[in-house]
């Protein structure tokens, strides 16, 4: 028996919230979060001495690549719409040292991948460039170490300095000091423009955390680290400290500022994104994209839908910027 018939008064709601969700034409027409290719941002590996491109098992569907399949690779995502590329370079073991030398020698091979990408693609596309040395120390941390093991902060500098030079010389349009070392966007940005690169931004790394979320990273740039980071990144407890980075990158000359890792950190995002008053971007680390791929392969998830729900989650919390894994997948999503 319906109310109706039972007598009793039918009550409908006033406001019906509903009516805006009920096509998908109207649900795209309401959105309040978009994300486009061109918000993309893809992180690229290339390794010296390989002859074919080298996958990295924590990673399905991510390789480390020859110079050759990167540059075949960047073409794709520039076609795909995607904004922009971050390189990372993988030397072999016998060109790591205690300083890092050769992520500032032209040959090195982040430069010289640089090169190739530059001379390939102009300003396409904007060619960002890791500027850290952990991938090139022998001992794995992101700067040199004093006579006790410990990261030499100002001594880091200086390589940072030098580091920046090469790339921008090389052809990034965009460097990021990834190191978390106190004054980095400062002396990057003084050596840049004393060497005539004013117009090469700065990608500042203003809330990277200690996170277990880096592990599979660490696989695929061949990491040598001994020991852990948690003296220079930060402590995934706290939050507060990361708009003293922010402050202090902002007053230093970044270009942009960036948080990472993203989804285990969106209140941090959202906070910086608050506050700054340039373009805002986040990392969507290896471990964010290793479980997101374990879970589709065990069927747990619907690989599609969590790949552009993941990245709409980090665009609403603040991100005008994504750095992802899935960039060129996503961009084709989008633009089905």
């Not at 007598?7 to 009516?19: D, H, I, L, N």
């Not at 992180?43 to 540059?71: K, N, Y």
């Not at 090389?170 to 990057?188: C, F, K, N």
């Not at 599979?216 to 402590?235: C, H, I, M, N, W």
Request: net charge negative; glycine share 8%.
């Amino acid at each position: 028996m319906s109310a109706a018939q039972s007598g009793r008064a039918v009550v409908t709601p006033v406001e019906r919230p509903r009516r805006l969700r009920t096509t998908p034409a109207l649900r795209r027409l309401v959105a309040q979060t978009r994300v486009c290719p061109a918000d993309l941002v893809l992180p690229v590996f290339v390794r010296e001495g390989i002859d074919e491109p080298t996958p990295i098992a924590s990673m399905p569907g991510v390789v480390q690549h020859t110079r050759d399949s990167l540059r075949q690779a960047a073409h794709e995502a520039t076609e795909a719409g995607v904004g922009g590329l971050m390189l990372f370079g993988v030397p072999t073991p016998e060109h790591k040292d205690a300083e890092g030398s050769w992520g500032t020698r032209a040959d090195g091979i982040l430069n010289l991948a640089l090169e190739d990408l530059r001379a390939d693609l102009g300003d396409a596309t904007v060619l960002m460039s890791d500027l850290c040395l952990d991938e090139f120390t022998d001992h794995g941390h992101c700067g040199v170490l004093d006579d006790q093991g410990r990261v030499d902060n100002d001594a880091t500098l200086q390589r940072y300095a030098d580091m920046a030079v090469v790339q921008a010389r090389a052809g990034a349009h965009v460097v990021g000091p990834s190191g978390m070392m106190d004054g980095q966007v400062a002396v990057v940005r003084a050596a840049l423009d004393g060497a005539g690169f004013q117009d090469v931004g700065v990608l500042a790394y203003t809330a990277k955390y200690a996170s277990a979320y880096y592990g599979p990273f660490r696989e695929a740039v061949g990491s040598s680290l001994q020991g852990d980071r948690k003296t220079y990144q930060q402590d995934p407890a706290n939050a507060t400290e990361s708009l003293r980075e922010l402050r202090l990158d902002l007053a230093e000359g970044a270009d942009l500022v960036m948080v990472k890792p993203a989804l285990p950190y969106l209140d941090v995002l959202r906070q910086v994104a608050d506050l700054a008053d340039v373009p805002v971007a986040a990392y969507q680390v290896s471990g964010e994209y290793a479980q997101i791929e374990a879970a589709a392969a065990q069927g747990w998830l619907e690989r599609d839908r969590t790949v552009l729900e993941s990245l709409t989650a980090i665009r609403r919390a603040g991100a005008q910027v994504v750095l992802t894994y899935y960039a060129v997948h996503a961009a084709r999503l989008l633009g089905r």
